[in-house]
């Protein structure tokens, strides 16, 4: 679309100024300011002068510039002289000189009287305010109405519009949610021919909804949509719907759909629906009538709209379990379309994406990549590709190699590194013997994750060392017995300080916290605890954000059940500790061997580890490795 061509008040000072300055200086004759009111004496008895008009506070007239050599002398004789000959205007400051009547009767001079000339002052002291008046008058209502126009515009809608070629995204363009595309490319063709899906009384959704965690593409596949169907595309977030005025969502709803409508087939887009379509009632605070007044007028209008016109209504959020249950009921949000996270093989897709504007190096497996990178969100992913070609950008690097995104990983999740932090000998003989117990139970116990990589360089806050694992493949459910083995890798740490040094340090505090979660889990919402039976004590926790809900849950259970809920937390952790404990005692030789080498080097790879494998006693061979969940273990905490 074309910039507007909008009027400015420069346009018209300038042009006043102009007007101005032609008037005094090029239309008008030469002249002569202030002429010294002696010299006008001088003048007007030497007959110099004629056609004086006398104001109150100025004189002026006509000046004959002939013969003046003779009469004046100094500073106006040489302004006088540069002027040239003939008839000039002049004017003069009039001082109180009553004689100057006789005096210009004795000449024979044509006077007049004449009011002082103060149009261009009047009109500048009425102009000015003015202007300073509406300046601040309409700063104020950009401020208050938004940025489109003021107060005449506050109820008009803040909506984007985009057209295909603006967009700039197709379904070319988006990896890893296959199932979403799919869902989303009947929303095209319907938007391309709508007759079609009307031929057998069938009508589209009125309304699509994307749900899924943040970072996931939400966005991404709505502008795709808009981009692959060729259509306007009104693109908006809930939270502008709301401001300081009563009314004024609801109007905005009302105008961004009468805009749609005009120029169906649209696509409206409301980014952050759950900012507008908080369930009604739910506001602790003030405001609540404003916002369900706007939640209102969105049903509404969701009502009202006919399908067959080509309107549709996409939105995208976070967070659904707190959408108001009207917004999600049959004939408005239709079709609830879930945008994950990926799996293996989505990573693999979002990374051939994200890598095509980078220089690769040979070594660059987009394979390896997501297996190093489980849980990753699409936004994460293209994160991390930027992060690896600012890495070897630092180290003036022609391509990216596979080590670079190594390190951004390492990064993204465990920090940036602590060179420079001062750790005494003992602490890091501590932390060397830590981490390594994590790794030797790591590669001692059926099932567990490969060990990647093991360091004991700090990281980011208060990490003293890390410890690694890649999955081998993506994995949806665990069994009693592999959450044991998770819990002993993540006790491997605390129990190599116990084996070794004869005591427990502040090291194992974030293992401690994962052990117990996993532990309480078992116990609470899987039904693993023998003595309490196949009952599930706490409600499902997580959400599309990945985390507990903060709400706080009223205990259905008795003090009863409640001891023996804390009595097997405490065996499941206890059995995990003495297993380590045991996996330890039967490798110490390799565990001192491993301590040392990694204090030597500070890290150690695949290739150091797989030759300390094997020399670890497991009746298990490696290709038993396969359990998922691999994360960031053991971090250090201090």
């Known amino acids: 679309m074309e910039p507007k061509q909008q009027f400015s008040i420069w346009y018209f000072l300038i042009a006043f100024l102009v007007i101005v300055a032609l008037q005094e200086y090029v239309l008008s004759p030469l002249h002569i300011n202030n002429l010294p009111y002696s010299d006008f004496k001088l003048l007007l008895k030497a007959g110099k002068l004629r056609d004086i008009g006398l104001g109150e506070t100025v004189v002026s007239g006509t000046l004959l510039n002939e013969g003046l050599e003779r009469v004046l002398a100094g500073e106006t004789a040489e302004r006088l002289g540069k002027l040239g000959k003939g008839e000039h205007r002049f004017t003069a400051v009039r001082v109180n000189d009553p004689a100057l009547v006789q005096e210009l009767e004795a000449a024979k001079v044509r006077y007049s009287g004449q009011t002082d000339s103060k149009w261009l002052t009047t009109l500048l002291s009425w102009i000015v305010p003015a202007l300073v008046f509406f300046a601040i008058w309409g700063f104020a209502m950009k401020r208050m109405g938004g940025m489109q126009g003021g107060l005449m515009e506050i109820g008009k809608s803040k909506a984007k519009v ?7 995204v197709t379904f070319d363009d988006v990896a890893g949610v296959d199932e979403a595309k799919d869902e989303l490319k009947e929303v095209v063709e319907f938007l391309k021919n709508p007759q079609r899906y009307g031929r057998l009384g069938g ?9 899924g965690p943040p970072g996931t593409g939400k966005t991404l596949l709505a502008r795709a949509v808009a981009g692959e169907s060729g259509v306007p595309f009104f693109s908006i977030s809930g939270s502008e719907f ?9 109007a905005r709803v009302r105008d961004l759909f009468e805009q749609a409508r005009k120029i169906a087939p649209a696509i409206i887009f409301i980014d952050e629906l759950d900012a507008l379509g908080r369930a009604r009632g739910a506001y602790s605070l003030g405001g609540h009538d404003e916002k369900e007044q706007t939640l209102n007028q969105l049903l509404s209008e969701m009502d009202g709209f006919d399908t067959s016109a080509g309107l549709v209504l996409l939105a995208a959020t976070n967070r659904p379990e707190i959408l108001d249950p009207a917004l999600l009921r049959a004939g408005r949000f239709d079709r609830q379309v879930l945008v994950d996270r990926p799996d293996k093989l989505g990573r693999i897709q979002i990374l051939k994406v994200h890598i095509k504007k980078v220089q690769l190096a040979p070594d660059v497996d987009p394979e390896k990549i997501a297996a190093l990178t489980p849980g990753f969100s699409g936004a994460d992913l293209a994160n991390l590709v930027n992060e690896a070609a600012l890495l070897a950008t630092r180290r003036s690097a022609d391509a990216v190699a ?3 995104f190594t390190m951004a990983i390492e990064r993204i999740v465990a920090g940036l590194e602590k060179r420079n932090r001062l750790i005494n000998p003992r602490e890091r003989e501590i932390v060397a013997y830590h981490e390594m117990g994590h790794a030797l139970v790591a590669l001692s116990l059926p099932g567990s994750d490969p060990v990647h990589k093991i360091s004991i360089i700090p990281r980011g806050i208060g990490a003293l060392g890390y410890t690694i694992q890649r999955p081998t493949e993506d994995r949806y459910l665990m069994t009693r017995e592999e959450l044991e083995n998770k819990m002993t890798v993540l006790l491997g740490g605390r129990a190599a300080e116990h084996v070794v040094f004869g005591h427990l340090s502040t090291g194992a505090a974030d293992d401690l916290a994962k052990v117990t979660d996993v532990a309480r889990s078992m116990v609470m919402r899987y ?4 003595k309490l039976g196949h009952v599930a004590l706490e409600p499902e926790r997580a959400s599309f954000l990945g985390a507990a809900s903060p709400t706080v849950l009223e205990r259905s259970y008795s003090e009863e059940t409640a001891r023996e ?3 097997a937390v ?3 952790v206890g059995r995990a500790f003495e297993r380590a404990v045991s996996t330890l005692n039967g490798s110490r030789d390799v565990l001192d061997r491993g301590a040392r080498l990694l204090l030597e080097r500070e890290t150690l790879g695949e290739d150091q580890l797989e030759s300390l494998r094997r020399e670890v006693p497991s009746s298990v061979s490696p290709e038993a490795a396969t359990r998922p969940g691999g994360a960031l273990l053991a971090a250090s905490d201090r």
């Open 162 to 168: 985009y057209m295909e070629k603006q967009t700039g």
């Open 203 to 211: 009508r589209m959704p009125k309304g699509v909804l994307l749900v």
């Open 242 to 250: 709301v401001e300081m005025f009563v009314g004024v969502g609801a």
């Open 402 to 404: 596979l080590n670079d």
């Open 527 to 530: 039904g693993m605890a023998e």
């Open 565 to 567: 809920i804390d009595c």
């Open 570 to 572: 405490r065996d499941l």
